[in-house]
């Protein structure tokens, strides 16, 4: 075991680390498993990267923190800050908004009592708009954790809300 | 005009997700024939077919495949790009979830024809079904001989990775996938050099769309006479996949020759939305400058819509209706853009933003003339002059709105109508 496989340990589940690492025949550089790892390694740390998770990624990938840091920051699917156990992405892009996004938006934030971003106090949702999912053709629609949703009204998302636990 | 259907031929048989399921359709057939051919030869034929670009660019396919070097003791890499992210853009999405082995297989034919062992699909993050199933049709092909080291029994070696994006429209140009696909931030390079010949990993790299690599597949099947057949003419060729969305009946991904006109798609979904009026169309996604309904009878081919001042970019057609506030629709789209500005560079990342500013101003109700002719300003100098083309791309929309939409505009600023009220659909039972 590396050094950087020993830190990350402290952070990171055995199976997180094991299933990185098994990517490594997959690229030529250890870089390229930046993303795959920081989608591994947010799963593992409940949907988000705390700094702790981050450090342990770079010092995996034999990486300067920031360099990992710099990445985090330049995709959406990627959070730093807690999210629900289940995360919300409404399409609001212009085929959506032009099947009605704009109602589903307002209904999820009704149901959820809640600001866009913030999440419920039972730490059950959270919910973000979110640029075009590619599901146009079944505008509105929206993504729940890996799930989409399509053509959406305001009765069924508020269904589709109150049955996630 | 022809209905076959050639790149949908597999939507709807489910069977064909299997290795066993695809080779009984006539699968891998394609990639058998390739293998016969001298990789020159594979390149000449997809080069007389006329095949372009199906990911925005229009790029003709046989010629970028010609521009990696034969001779270099680098490795070579294909990559696909299924990061389908512009706005209304659906139809890769439907090629990879209904025929993963249609896009496989014309992988492989590309990594022949180029002498690369290695393809990387690049797939936006957010496509965890389409990657799922693409994932489960790549452990397939391994098991069933198709990848790996002896494809098809040839002794051609080629090895093939699902690489998963996080979410970041400026991966689809391709030196921003090239940059995320080695872990960084996606941001575009300076060019040249060219992907083909430093590209993936400082490798020969070629980038194609995946509907442009599923054209290859049946290119090598029938040969390029026969995709020269469908089309407008020898510049514009071969089965094309529009994805239709907005105010129609049904909207879709639906499969015509290249060139079809715009109105036959729009009957062949049913029509507009409740029998509505036509106002406006995008004929190419989020970056192509908008159409009138007077335009309605435009062939939907890459030369024609560049005549008309647009594009076919990715084919995604979004039609709007005469309820549609163009400039809440336009803004919709600049919000997007500057969102996803990448920021290097200075026209791309402050023009963006002002776009958006300037439209938010008009669309609240706090601006004035004045600002949409200072919008018309700001307009030719986002475009052109960065290192990538989403600034380009980014002022498409707007221009058509200032162009086409102005005198509306300022009828509705005199008359103090903005915010325009939003539609709302659903207390009419639209979606039941």
Redesign the interface.
Known sequence: MTSGQRAASEVLPESAIEEILALKP????L??????A??IAQRASGGWLPESAIEAVAHL?ELPVA?VA??VS?????HVRPVGRHRI?VC????C????S??ILETIGQELGVDEGQVTSDGRCSFVQ??????????PMI?VD???HE?????RVRQIVRELK | MSTERVLMRNVGRPEALTVRGYREGGGYDALAKALRLQPEEVIEEVKRSGLRGRGGAGFPCGAKWSFVPRQTPK?KYIVCNAD???????K??LLMEHDPHQLIEGCIIAGWAVGANTTYIYI??????AAAILESAVRDAYDSGVLGTNVLGSGFRH?M?V???????ICGEETGMLE???????QPRVKPPFPAVVGA?GCPTVINNVETLCCATHILLRGADWFKSIGTDERNTGPKLY?????VER???YEYPIGVPFQTLLDGCGGMYRGRELKAF?PGG?SAPMMKASDRGIKMDFDTLAKAGSMLGSA?V?V?DET?CMV??TL??AK?FA??S?GQCTPCREGTNWMKILLQRIHSGQGSEADLDLLARVVPNVGGISLCALGDAAQGPVRSLVDKFSDEIRENLRAGRYPTP?P???DQG???
């Open positions: 997959k690229y030529p550089t870089e390229a498993l930046t993303l795959p920081l989608h990938l360099r710099g990445v330049f995709y959406d699917m990627y992405r609001t892009n212009l085929s908004q032009l099947r009605g704009g109602e979110f640029e075009c999912l590619g599901s146009c053709d079944t505008a993504m890996d799930d989409y053509n959406l009204t305001p009765e | 490795p389908e992210s512009e706005p209304g853009t659906f890769d999405r936006r993050g957010e496509y965890t079904k090895d990775v690489h998963r994006g996080a979410g970041a429209y995320s696909l080695e872990g960084k931030r996606g990993f994805a239709i969305s907005g105010h909207p879709g991904t995008i989020a995604a979004i709007m549609t809440r629709a919709r789209l997007f969102h996803e990448c939003a709302r659909y659903f639209a979606a039941a």
